[in-house]
C-alpha cells in the first residue's frame, strides 16, 4: 500500500523559508499529481499547488508568488518551499497524491501524508 | 475561485441515527464533489469522490449524491468512529477547494 512520509522544519521566524519534503514508499511516482494542503489550526483545508513527475506545476494563486515546488523522481520525492513566512501560515501542512494515474481524477485527494505542524512566530 | 458552504456547522446525534450533512456551492461544480472525514491529530480520508463514489475501503453505510450546487453526504447509521469533521471538496474548477467543514458530534 503506498505511502507517503514527510518532514522539515516546525518551527520558523516571520520571514524565512518553510521547506517540506514528502517521499513516496510502495508505489508508483510517475503519471501522478503531487499536492500540497494546509489546515490552520482549527480552520479548514487550503490547497497550496501540485506538482508532477516531469515538473509541471499548478499553483493557487493566492500563494502563487511565494511557492515553488521541486521533484526529485530518482528518490520518488517532491518539495515545497514557501518564502517569506508569517504567523498567517502556521498550519499542518500535508502532501497528498490523486486517486489515480489516469489524470481523469486530478484533484481528488486519496493518500495522505501524516502532517507537518508548521509554527511562524518571533 | 467556488466557494463550497456546509451545513450544519454541528451536527449532534446519536450512534444508530442517521446523519444527513449538506454541501453547496456557488456556482455549478457537475458531479466534481468529494467528501473526506477528519479526526482530530490525522490527516482527511477520501469517503466518496464524483459526488457518489465511493473509495475504496469506505463501508456502505457512507453513501453521496447530488449534482451542479446541492450534494448531500448520508450516514445511514452512525457507528462510534463516525463521530468526526467532514470537509466536501470541489475540483471543477482550479484551484481545488474545501467547505468549512461539518463537525458530527455525540449527543
Known amino acids: 500500500q503506498v505511502q507517503l512520509q514527510q518532514w522539515g522544519a516546525g518551527l520558523l521566524k516571520p520571514s524565512e523559508t518553510l521547506s517540506l519534503t514528502c517521499a513516496v514508499y510502495d508505489g508508483s511516482f510517475t503519471g501522478y499529481y503531487w499536492s500540497w494542503i494546509r489546515q490552520p489550526p482549527g480552520k479548514g483545508l487550503e490547497w497550496i499547488a501540485e506538482?508532477?513527475?516531469?515538473?509541471?506545476?499548478n499553483y493557487n494563486p493566492s500563494l502563487r508568488s511565494r511557492v515553488t515546488l521541486s521533484v526529485d523522481t530518482s528518490k520518488k520525492q517532491f518539495s515545497l518551499r514557501l518564502s517569506s513566512v508569517t504567523a498567517a501560515d502556521t498550519a499542518v501542512y500535508y502532501c497528498?497524491?490523486?486517486?489515480?494515474?489516469?489524470?481523469?481524477?486530478?484533484?481528488?485527494?486519496?493518500?495522505w501524508g501524516q502532517g507537518t505542524v508548521v509554527t511562524v512566530s518571533s | 475561485e467556488i466557494v463550497l458552504t456546509q451545513s450544519p456547522a454541528t451536527l449532534s446525534l446519536s450512534p444508530g441515527e442517521r446523519a444527513t450533512l449538506s454541501c453547496r456551492a456557488s456556482?455549478?461544480?457537475?458531479?466534481?464533489l468529494a467528501w473526506y472525514q477528519q479526526k482530530p491529530g490525522q490527516a482527511p480520508r477520501l469517503l466518496i469522490y464524483?459526488?457518489?463514489n465511493r473509495a475504496t475501503g469506505i463501508p456502505a453505510r457512507f453513501s453521496g449524491s447530488g449534482s451542479g450546487t446541492d450534494f448531500t453526504l448520508t450516514i445511514s447509521s452512525l457507528e462510534p468512529e463516525d463521530f468526526a469533521v467532514y470537509y466536501c471538496?470541489?475540483?471543477?474548477?482550479?484551484?481545488?477547494?474545501f467547505g468549512p467543514g461539518t463537525k458530527v458530534e455525540i449527543k
Open positions: 497528498a497524491r490523486d486517486l489515480d494515474d489516469s489524470g481523469a481524477y486530478r484533484g481528488i485527494f486519496h493518500i
Open positions: 464524483d459526488a457518489a
Open positions: 456556482q455549478s461544480v457537475n458531479i466534481h
Open positions: 471538496q470541489q475540483r471543477s474548477y482550479w484551484p481545488p477547494s
Open positions: 506538482i508532477n513527475h516531469g515538473g509541471s506545476t
